[in-house]
């Protein structure tokens, strides 16, 4: 393992038997992640800092629950840690924002809202309000994740089916996603695919009839696209594609203070946090001159 920088007060090396893993059953770890993750450790050693939380006298993971995972099966001792003083709402609000660029899927942000509100007793509007989202989106992803019946989340979790098509299936009613999520896997459909199988299902109205009709999808050909000229994509105009990359920019601007905040470059690998700290003074010059671009496109709207 290469020797980390512990120079922060809150990163330490801990004792990798006495991590818990409580909030795993919120996050998704495919074998592929996991051993791509093995290889790592093994040939670079530990590159960042597992992000932890105290509950009460023990540790638990809020982020690096692959690494965690990887250093048991190679045998490891220790990993270094850095201990955030967050409580247990706090923890499951930090395992979005840690989350890698778009790593954390729809069915993981159900899975987390069902457990703020059944388990920490947090109110709709409350959750919206704490993940900065309205109680809308809050809302669709607690019925996602009460909606999709538990083998089909497991299916999720074994890797059987990808959370984007466990997300059209939970568009059937409970009896049905049972059979759909059977044909997805058999059948090895994609996630288009997916979406035109629930359809299909959908447009049948007696339940008899959509049962048959996921009986013969499980051993018959895969479905095919519906007759006709395909519907032309809306086109996005510039004011469209600004706003998107506004959003984009507020998200990710957000992360990476996040992370920064949370981790500092002194609970990484020297040779890690001079890679960072070198991208870092790059990233500088881009935002002045957007901060530039931007002031001059305000002072001349004033203007106008």
Request: overall charge positive; glycine content about 8%.
């Amino acid at each position: 393992m290469i020797a980390m920088d512990t120079r922060d007060s809150r990163t330490r090396p801990v004792e990798v038997a006495t991590v818990g893993e409580r909030l795993s059953g919120l996050r998704l770890c495919s074998a592929g992640a996991l051993a791509a993750m093995r290889r790592s450790l093994l040939q670079y050693g530990q590159l960042g800092a597992v992000t932890l939380f105290a509950d009460g006298d023990r540790l638990e993971v809020i982020d690096g629950f692959k690494r965690v995972r990887a250093a048991r099966a190679l045998g490891w001792r220790t990993l270094v840690a850095h201990v955030d003083p967050a409580g247990a709402v706090d923890a499951k609000l930090r395992l979005r924002e840690l989350a890698a660029g778009s790593a954390f899927t729809e069915l993981e942000e159900g899975w987390l809202v069902r457990s703020l509100y059944h388990e920490d007793g947090l109110s709709q509007p409350q959750i919206a309000r704490r993940m900065g989202r309205d109680k809308s989106w809050v809302w669709r992803r607690l019925m996602l994740a009460e909606a999709l019946e538990p083998v089909v989340q497991a299916d999720v979790r074994l890797g059987l089916i990808v959370p984007r098509a466990a997300v059209a299936v939970s568009r059937l009613p409970r009896g049905n996603q049972r059979a759909a999520s059977a044909v997805v896997v058999r059948r090895g459909l994609t996630v288009r695919q997916a979406e035109l199988l629930v359809g299909e299902v959908l447009a049948l109205g007696e339940p008899e009839a959509r049962s048959a009709l996921l009986e013969r999808r499980l051993e018959g050909p895969l479905p095919q696209k519906p007759p006709g000229p395909r519907p032309s994509r809306a086109m996005r105009n510039e004011a469209d594609w600004m706003s998107s990359d506004i959003l984009r920019v507020h998200e990710l601007a957000a992360r990476l203070q996040a992370r920064l905040l949370s981790t500092p470059l002194a609970a990484l690998t020297p040779p890690a946090a001079e890679l960072i700290g070198e991208a870092l003074v790059r990233l500088q010059p881009v935002l002045r001159a957007l901060d530039g671009v931007i002031a001059s496109v305000m002072n001349g709207r004033v203007s106008a």
